[in-house]
């Protein structure tokens, strides 16, 4: 049997979400949705490639336009069952038609060439006289069929659907390409396998690579955090340099550094996720108004409130706690903050002699030389991972036909005290100089527990809304 990578026109009515599951099944944020309704277009291609290789084709059509006009013309003859795809062929071949139905010939073109038919309905509405129309004619191609209901929103008449749909399509499913988890995309994916002979072992194959990128993932992407929060831990700037480059100020290209740290980090796994249109609100994208950079509360504390300052804990007792827990040089920091006043200017605490012979980065100092950073503050190491693991499980779980921004959310207030020591700790290592690489294995094995942790507990929910039919 030839292997073959399965090639579906999805059809059906305009804003039933045709190219949303286009854009999830293909895994490209690329694809248009939302177009205005009654835009003709022409079909467009969509792969789904693997190690170079098209393991399925997706062709997102405009959808019928007179589907009664079409059964009339197909019907205008007596024909038998076996010669209605030849009849179809003539339809096509009708040289007036391709200015008649333009839709109608494009989408009815690459289903002839040999594509199966994906026809989606949201079912919230009757099925209608155009709608059977429709059907009718895509049964007329003779090409492999399956229906999915997009459950757009909780219609009553999904009975009436599934009675009708099942007459004409050999599978009917459900699929909601805005919240698919990797679960059901491979059902579908495995059930657009079965409707043709041949089709099975690319879909298999694709399966098979999807269920071990998703473990591959989770290891890659806890050994980046943990060596981009490394760097950010640790991250200075020699202050002398700094000075003759630009007429900022010192904290300023700190902030700078390590907010374009954050963003290129992100874009780095946006880059593998392959999401290449969707926004990251940063929320902290900070307005670069002298005033207000120079607010430590602002800018060290990424955004959060001045009240939430104390976020390693809630309490301000047991913020200091921790900083003795922690046994945390800047500790009288954290003190001050708990006594109510904020540390009015960041370069005190910021500014870090380092003598002749010391390295710094790749490099070994020769005469004694003042850094800006690393950060101190005890929130710090907390926020940075907080939003990196928020970003993250975003990335997770977000199909690519969810177009809305990803944002970040600091959830390190909530965490449990020993993580947030356990964190505190490392950062002081790193920021001694005592960092080995079993401190690193541990960082990275602790941030996949996390991340295990919070995606197993958005699937366990994410089930739970999933409408079984
Ligand atoms: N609430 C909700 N909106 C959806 C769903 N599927 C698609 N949409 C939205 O409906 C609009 C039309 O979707 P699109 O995929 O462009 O439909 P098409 O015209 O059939 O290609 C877009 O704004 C989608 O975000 C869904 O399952 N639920
Ligand atoms: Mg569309």
Redesign the pocket.
Known sequence: MQRLAPHLCVV??????????V?TLVEDDTV????E?GTTRQADSFYFKWHGKTLLQLT?TP?FQRPHQVLDWLTSVAVNPAQRPARIKEFLAEPTHAARFPDEVALLTPIMAGAGILY?V?AAQPVTAADEAEMEILRWTGQPRMAVI????VGEERTEWLGTLEQYFQWVRVF????ADLPARLTLLRAIGELRLGWSDAMAELCAGLEQRQQQRLKDVSIRLAQYWCEQMDRREPMHALHRASGLKAEEILRQKLDDAERQWFHSLLDLWHFQSTEVDRIADWALDAHNLMRTETWYLWGLKQKDLLLVSAAAGAAAGLAIDVGLGGASLLLGAVSGGVVGSASGWLATKQKPGQRWGLFRLSQEKTFIGPVKHPNFPLVVMSRALSFVQQLWVKPH?E?SAFTLHNTAEQWDRSAQIQLLKWVKTLQNGRWKSHHQQALAAWIQSQLSARLERFMAAEKDRTWLM
Do not use: I
């Open positions: 059906g009515h305009p804003n039933k979400g045709k190219s949303s599951m854009s248009q949705v939302g177009l309704s997102d959808g989606v949201d997009n459950p757009m929103t909601n390409p805005l919240t036909a177009r």
